[in-house]
């Protein structure tokens, strides 16, 4: 049975940081590309970045490149996302995603339908 366990959300001030981690079980970690997700209240969920399973490529949103990174540890099965210089519209609930593949080019990473596993979320919210 896959278990996805995200945690690290917070309240945490406009130009703060925050380090959100994932844990997964059940099956072989680095075999399976990663992303996180995430959702803004009254919107639909969107990708914010996605990680190969070797960890050796990445790729993040518009809103979010230059201020996010991705990360993964494949001997802690644990999935990373640094957040800096946070933004009011930055706030939402953070999804962590395993994918059926390692990798994908293009649209693979935003794409919902690549991914088969979800965590429940954790809440990150930015306030001034």
């Known amino acids: 049975q896959v278990q996805v366990v995200e945690s690290g959300g917070d309240l945490v001030q406009t130009g703060g940081s925050l380090r959100l981690s994932c844990t997964v079980s059940?099956?072989?970690?680095?075999?399976?590309?990663m992303a996180w997700f995430r959702q803004r209240p009254g919107k639909e969920r969107e990708g914010v970045s996605c990680?190969?399973?070797?960890?050796?490529?990445?790729d993040y949103g518009d809103s979010v490149n230059n201020r996010f990174a991705i990360s993964r540890d494949n001997k802690k099965n644990t999935l990373y996302l640094q957040m800096n210089r946070l933004k009011e519209e930055d706030t939402a609930m953070y999804y962590c995603?395993?994918?059926?593949?390692?990798w994908g080019g293009g649209d693979w990473c935003t794409d919902r339908k690549n991914y088969n596993y979800w965590g429940q979320g954790t809440q990150v919210t930015v306030s001034s």
């Open positions: 995603a395993v994918s059926h593949s390692f």
């Open positions: 059940g099956l072989t970690f680095q075999d399976h590309g």
């Open positions: 990680i190969s399973g070797s960890g050796n490529s990445a």
